[in-house]
């Protein structure tokens, strides 16, 4: 199964975009696991069918109401997690 | 200060029809009436002159104080084209929702089965989709799908390829292969006006190049595509349109309506929208 | 939710391959029928983008957004995602399924585990749906609760009428009649039907 690490940028202080975001996995089937976050950046792990990924991205980059994402940058790995 | 809704420029009336009698309509929940005053056409509201021009064979109008101007569409002045108005349907949705479904090519198959779609031809290959922040427009290119009947002029079946452009909340513009003419692109437009926040008029204009269809004919061909639209737009739950998506699930077939959707949210334009997922 | 079957529809008037909306205890839902024959009760909202799927089609054993073609399996399990036709959809897009049931002609939509069966309606056949601009009032109407459902006779005929309530004071009845009354009878009882709906709507104006 394909993994891609999300590195999320934008406005993500809310307290409600990692609730969200792990809802909007659980939504699509998808596995993933946040690595890193802070108001400005949230770095995860994603995997599952590419088509799904996308679909991940789709919904994260509009997100809830008071989160902004101003870019989602996609990279594949590998299974052993390595670029 | 500014408020992004009511510094829009909105489509009132179709200069064609409008008659000695004027026209009473609403923008954003206000009465507002549309009116000839010897040769030129004025639009008001509680007693108060909104800006108004004429152009795309429509009356706009600003409710507020507009902060740019009416967005341009180059091929209206282009020589050769024929020009549609296609005249008024009104649907009990969103204006918003009616843009996005503009903007929506994996209903075809469904919606307009065997005209703009058909199974098992469904699968909506990637396109591109950007802001142009130069012009604050969205835009998705390269965007193909299979028709049994892409325009009244088209014989067959074709892969036609679509442009879609929104230059304001609440209008689209579609660019779509023009079968008479390699090269050039047929313009669709919908013109959307919004009555209050969960009630539209969608006014479609086109610029084509087509010298042989009857009027009449090319009216009622985009008309029948709206009125199928139309069930779908009265239908969708919520009313107004998601700009948290938390209850949908966008696929990247859908990508032009959710860069919609962001464009809408980050520039605050909010009427007919839903904030939060419910 | 409460723990009782609502009727939502005599069995006849749902043939295969159709969909219908109906509502139970206020939520919105999609009744349809596979070709098999098979009833399903879903929420009637595609989750894709919010579609009603009472607007939908059915094909095969599977039911379809009219939008976006999105089908769903009788589990509730999406199936196939038409623009993406190569991706097997996972088991975690799937509509919200209700309890139906189908007895004595009647179909029933639980939305939560009811404690007891549908009343028994031996003896009786269905006659018709009517749905009502207003409250129904049984005894307004001489019927009295037995059993589960408001009996009595209408055009001398004996009939069982199920309430289905619906919001702002509307409802559905669905009437049952004596399976031995003849054909005539049946006809002066429907007649009696729709009596009984202009007089609790005239009563209510």
Not at chain 1, 28 to 42: F, K, M, P, W
Request: overall charge negative.
């Amino acid at each position: 199964m394909p993994v891609e690490r999300f590195i999320i940028r934008g406005d993500l202080a809310a307290a409600t975009f990692l609730p969200w975001v792990a809802r909007h996995l659980l939504r699509l089937g998808l596995r993933g696991e946040t690595q890193r976050s802070d108001a400005l950046c949230v770095e995860m792990l994603v995997e599952g069918p590419a088509d799904l990924i996308d679909a991940m991205e789709m919904g994260v980059s509009l997100g809830p109401i008071e989160a902004w994402v101003e870019t989602i940058e996609r990279l594949p790995l590998n299974r052993c997690g390595s670029a | 200060m500014t408020d992004p809704i009511r510094d829009e420029w909105y489509p009132v009336a179709l200069v064609s029809q409008l008659g000695p009698e004027g026209r009473d309509t609403r923008l954003l929940g206000e009465p507002v009436r549309v009116a000839w005053h010897g040769g030129a056409i004025t639009v008001t509201s509680g007693g108060r002159s909104l800006p108004s021009q004429q152009r795309y064979g429509h009356v706009w109008a600003c409710p507020g104080t507009p902060q740019r101007p009416l967005f341009d569409i180059p091929e209206a002045d282009q020589p050769g084209r024929r020009l549609v108005d296609v005249g008024l349907v009104r649907v009990k949705c969103s204006p918003l929702r009616a843009v996005e479904n503009f903007l929506d090519i994996a209903h075809f198959p469904f919606v307009h089965t065997d005209i703009l779609g058909a199974e098992p031809h469904t699968e909506v290959g990637r396109y591109d989709v950007a802001i142009r922040e130069e012009v604050d427009e969205v835009w998705a290119t390269k965007v193909h799908f299979y028709q049994p009947q892409a325009a009244k002029s088209a014989a067959g079946g074709i892969t036609t390829e679509y442009m879609y452009r929104v230059p304001a909340p609440t209008v689209s513009i579609l660019y779509k292969t023009c079968p008479p003419r390699p090269g050039e692109w047929d313009v669709i437009t919908l013109f959307v006006q919004p009555l209050d926040e969960e009630l539209c008029e969608v006014w479609p204009w086109m610029a084509l190049f087509d010298d042989d269809t009857p009027m009449t004919d090319l009216i009622h061909f985009q008309q029948t595509i709206f009125l199928q639209d139309r069930s779908i737009l009265e239908n969708q739950l919520p009313h107004r349109l998601p700009l948290d998506p938390g209850l949908e699930i966008p696929t990247r077939a859908d990508l032009t309506s959710v860069a919609y959707r962001r464009w809408l949210k980050r520039r605050g334009y909010t009427y007919g929208a839903q904030l939060v997922a419910a | 939710m409460l723990p009782y079957w609502t009727p939502v529809a005599l069995s006849r008037d749902l043939a295969p391959l159709v969909v219908m909306p109906v509502v139970v205890d206020g939520a919105e839902l999609a009744l349809w029928r596979s070709a098999s024959g098979r009833i399903a009760a879903w929420a009637d909202r595609c989750p894709h983008r919010g579609m009603r799927l009472s607007h939908g089609f059915v094909r095969g054993e599977a039911l379809s957004c009219i939008y976006h073609g999105w089908s769903y399996a009788q589990s509730g399990q999406c199936q196939r995602i038409p623009a993406h036709p190569d991706l097997e959809p996972p088991e975690a897009i799937r509509v919200p399924v209700h309890r139906a049931m189908e007895s004595g002609g009647v179909i029933w939509v639980a939305l939560a585990e009811p404690a007891a069966l549908p009343p028994a309606l031996a003896g009786l056949v269905p006659l018709r749906s009517v749905t009502l601009d207003a409250p129904f009032d049984p005894a307004a109407a001489g019927l009295a609760e037995s059993g589960g459902a408001w009996r009595g006779t209408l055009a001398g005929v004996a009939v069982a009428v199920l309430v289905q309530p619906l919001p702002e004071n509307r409802c559905v009845l669905h009437v049952l009649a004596d399976g031995a009354a003849t054909p005539a009878a049946l006809v002066d009882a429907s007649r009696g039907v729709e009596t009984l709906r202009r007089q609790a709507e005239e009563a209510l104006a």
